[in-house]
């Protein structure tokens, strides 16, 4: 679950503020939109979620080992996108060359880029309505792939640059494209439902 919240005082913050507030509170999952506007995730999730967010990042990170191409994030991370807004996805991934070109300081903080491909795993209390639109806008900030993977439903929705979105069942197998080279997956092979 999702609640907005509003801060009286303060149109915006920075950059710089909202990286504050997030050091401040350690334990909230906070995302800002594009227009400012302050979201908090609750956490944390139940037991079913977070084991099904595992096994999609251990998927990944066993690809990424293998092929040394990138850098995986987990559900604890976040980007300031070009919109301006600071997201968190439940996966991420970043090419080598883009992380090798950040500073340290940067890599140490919340990066000023958009990762190249993400995960977001509905969890109950997620709004499906709402997922969609986070997706489209993680494409609209450069995302190059992006799955919304509904638990409920046994379904994928993937997200490319200029494209449709495209539906495949759990039962299908979801590949990589040109964003994570030869990685492939069946989902009904690896979430518990």
């Known amino acids: 679950m999702t609640l907005p919240i509003n801060i009286p005082q303060i149109d915006t ?6 990286i504050a507030l997030c050091l401040a509170n350690p334990d909230l999952s906070i995302e800002r939109d594009e227009s400012g506007q302050l979201f908090i995730n609750m956490s944390p999730t139940f037991a079913l979620t977070s084991s099904n967010n595992s096994e999609l990042n251990a998927e990944l990170t066993i690809w990424n080992r293998k092929t040394k191409l990138g850098k995986v994030f987990d559900s604890n991370s ?7 807004s600071m997201r968190g996805p439940d996966v991420a991934w970043i090419t080598k060359e883009r992380w090798d070109a950040l500073r340290i300081d940067e890599k140490k903080s919340f990066p000023k880029l958009a990762p190249d491909f993400v995960v977001e795993l509905a969890s109950e209390s997620d709004n499906l309505e709402e997922l969609k639109l986070k997706m489209a806008k993680w494409i609209q900030n450069g995302v190059r792939l992006a799955w919304l993977v509904n ?7 993937i997200y490319r640059q200029n494209k449709e979105v495209e539906v495949l069942r759990f039962s299908q197998k979801l590949l990589g494209e040109d964003v994570l080279i030869n990685f492939e997956v069946v989902l009904d092979d690896i979430l518990e439902l």
Do not use: C, G, M, V
């Not at 913050?13 to 909202?18: A, G, K």
């Not at 976040?78 to 301006?84: M, R």
């Not at 638990?151 to 929705?157: D, S």
């Open 13 to 18: 913050f920075s950059d710089e503020e909202l």
């Open 78 to 84: 976040a980007f300031i996108l070009p919109d301006s």
């Open 151 to 157: 638990p409920k439903n046994r379904e994928t929705y």
